[in-house]
């Protein structure tokens, strides 16, 4: 994707606030022919593997709110992976994508006692720290030899809660999804 009338000045500030934490990432701000819009294009090696919504989740925690609320307002967010194009990451499931199939997804992580391994194994990670993502939540179902759409379907859907990490997984999804599974499935105990 070329953009034009790009802004120089703006792409060099943002490349400043990103630095630390996007370590060989490259910016362009500018006017996209393809939406007749203004654009940032975010360019990071890191992106790879993550879902569109973690890529933009990441960003903004970087950037205080007032920059990008002053700066930023009414850009087209574009995260692209290495040798991705704009139709690859578009193409990239959402979370709304998720929102018809959601009840039977947390259903059967709950069923499965996903949340408490997670629980457990966040409880004995080393320095009991959350990585900051989904890597112990893809790991505890990768070992229950859940297939990677079933991964991202689960991803899916504790973003749609708005958890974008290991730790919030516990600390919001699971008390959600507990207190449906009890009041759809009475016979069975959440915490067996
Ligand atoms: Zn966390």
Redesign the pocket.
């Known amino acids: 994707m070329k953009l034009q009338r790009r802004n120089q000045a703006l792409e060099k500030q943002v490349t400043t606030l990103l630095a630390k934490s996007f370590s060989g990432m490259s910016v362009e701000i500018g006017h996209a022919a393809r939406w007749d819009r203004p654009c940032i294009a975010i360019r990071w090696e890191g992106f790879g593997g993550l879902l569109p919504e973690e890529r933009f989740h990441r960003l903004v925690s970087a950037i205080p709110d007032e920059f990008r609320t002053s700066q930023l307002a009414g850009l087209v967010w574009v995260e692209l992976a290495p040798g991705e194009t704009v139709d690859d990451v578009l193409k990239l499931p959402r979370s709304e994508d998720v929102a018809k199939r959601e009840a039977d997804i947390g259903r059967t992580l709950t069923h499965n006692g996903f949340f408490a391994t997670l629980a457990d194994r966040l409880g004995r990670a080393a320095k009991r720290k959350?990585?900051?993502d989904f890597t112990h939540t893809a790991a505890v179902l990768s070992d229950m030899g859940k297939p990677p759409e079933r991964i991202r379907d689960a991803k899916l859907l504790f973003i749609r809660h708005g958890a974008f990490?290991?730790?919030?997984v516990v600390a919001t999804v699971q008390p959600a999804m507990t207190k449906e599974h009890a009041a759809t499935s009475p016979a069975c105990s959440p915490t067996a």
């Open positions: 959350c990585p900051g990490c290991d730790c919030q």
